[in-house]
């Protein structure tokens, strides 16, 4: 079965827990980096908070590295000019972790950026390092996936089109939020990987709709 991790700011000190229903269940111990507490023997502590008392991390902390994949949902692809089913590699790029932020803070647009965008994704968060080719299987997906977040990749588009800079546009100081939850994944929980729906809403209106099963 999943569980939520909420990495939290409380009473002046930085802690992970368990989250369920608003109830935070702290864990014992301190964990600085999002590796340290993965690794972790995790023991819960009996007293909880209520996750409105509680002032909201980033899940994923700025000692990692923030790789992004590209042109990876049929119908962005077409709506982008591009044919999906001639794709014949994955296109990878990278945003700075300076840009990682808490899933609620406030976004700061440059004075620069004028074009702004937003798109929904679903951040997967590695288990172990990885450093040597390696071949992933369905079967051993989860040796090397931890669980899952959902991202918001901001990009300035007046910077990335025009002057062909992913990481530059892309990279700006809180674009890139993160969370609010860290989901662990089970080995059986591996097959939602493919069917899950992934919605963004700009003041309550619907902009973005789409399933894991459309990507390329």
Known sequence: MATNLIHYEYEGRARWGVIDGGTITPIAGAFATTGEVLAAQRALELTTIREAAVKLLSPVTRNQQFICQGANYRQHMIESGMDPDAKKFNMIFTKAASCIAPANSDLVKPRIVNF?????????????????????????????????????????????????????????????????????????????????????????????????????
Not at 150 to 169: C, E, H, L, T
Not at 196 to 203: A, K, Q
């Open 116 to 216: 702004l965008d937003y798109e929904i994704e679903l951040g997967l968060i590695i288990r172990r390092d990885i450093t040597a080719p390696v071949t992933v299987t369905d079967d051993t997906l989860h040796e090397f996936v931890a669980g899952i977040v959902i991202v918001n990749d901001y990009s300035a588009r007046d910077v990335q089109i025009p002057q062909s800079q992913f990481y530059k546009g892309k990279s700006f100081r809180t674009f890139g939020p993160i969370g609010p939850y860290l989901c662990l994944l089970e080995p059986d929980d591996m097959r939602s990987l493919k069917n899950l729906d992934l919605r963004l809403t700009v003041n309550g209106k619907p902009r973005q709709a789409d399933t894991t099963a459309n990507l390329v």
